[in-house]
């Protein structure tokens, strides 16, 4: 008798979300990221739109447009909230398998000591560690997107674009010499003032941006005490000396970058 009413509880509330979230997005004559559709459906399963209801009930967002950009692990949704301010809402893929390949960027981060068994645990921590991470540049003045809000499979962050259209990424922008020295100054910025290598820092996770570089996608950056972490603090030089050098732009030796960051 319990599990009847709990069900009925649960059908009512996700019906009550999809027409509030429907309702707001033809108000405001942009698409529905709700519809029919393989990667949507994927998103938003049953526990995805509770917490959805719940940001919402707790005034974190009013609703939800449509996706900006999708991934393996993760889908992008354009957010907006009570002032209607844009929210970039991420929201990673409990049903995806990706996400054990991303155990070496969790275990031996002192952060994180404790994982719990489960693709869902270990998507739960990763968003835990994303808003950290984020959290930790941001305080030391790091040019990321503001982190907002974080609960189980969703984080919440500062929309870093406009009209729900993000900012080009360097791959898809012109580049000069300054922002190769920006990008090189922020991967400094990172080790020495938020304490952190990126460990997927390359030209798909820089926004080109009127005021400067702003880098995003944290998942993977880990601590310093991390075993790996120079590692991937070489591979993140390589990667981003790599794409300047592709663009022809004159770039400073890895091994003496990786010599000056650690000194």
Not at 85 to 97: D, G, H, P
Request: net charge neutral.
């Amino acid at each position: 008798m319990s599990d009847d009413i709990d069900d009925d509880i649960s059908r009512k509330l996700e019906s009550k979300i999809d027409n509030k979230l429907a309702s707001k997005s033809k108000r405001k004559h942009l698409e529905d990221g709700f519809k029919k559709g393989k990667v949507v459906n994927e998103v938003l399963d049953k526990p995805t739109v509770m917490t959805l209801y719940k940001m919402i009930k707790d005034h974190i967002i009013a609703y939800v447009n449509g996706s900006i950009s999708a991934g393996k692990e993760s889908v992008v949704f354009w957010g907006v909230d009570e002032h209607d301010v844009s929210v970039a809402l991420k929201i990673y893929l409990v049903s995806t398998s990706n996400f054990k390949k991303r155990e070496p960027y969790i275990l031996g981060d002192p952060r994180f000591s404790r994982l719990k068994k489960g693709t869902k645990n270990l998507v739960y921590l990763w968003a835990r560690k994303e808003f950290r991470n984020l959290s930790q540049c941001y305080d030391a003045g790091i040019p990321v997107p503001q982190p907002l809000y974080v609960t189980n499979n969703v984080l919440a962050m500062d929309f870093v674009g406009q009209n729900g259209v993000p900012e080009k990424s360097l791959l898809y922008s012109e580049v000069d010499e300054d922002d190769y020295k920006q990008a090189i100054s922020i991967i400094k910025d990172l080790y020495h003032k938020a304490k952190l290598v990126h460990s997927d820092y390359s030209e798909y996770n820089i926004f080109k941006t009127e005021n400067g570089l702003v880098v995003f996608d944290l998942g993977s950056a880990v601590d310093l005490r991390h075993p790996n972490a120079l590692e991937f603090l070489k591979r993140d030089i390589y990667n981003i000396n790599r794409f300047f050098n592709k663009r022809g732009i004159s770039v400073e030796d890895q091994n003496s970058l990786f010599e000056d960051i650690v000194k």
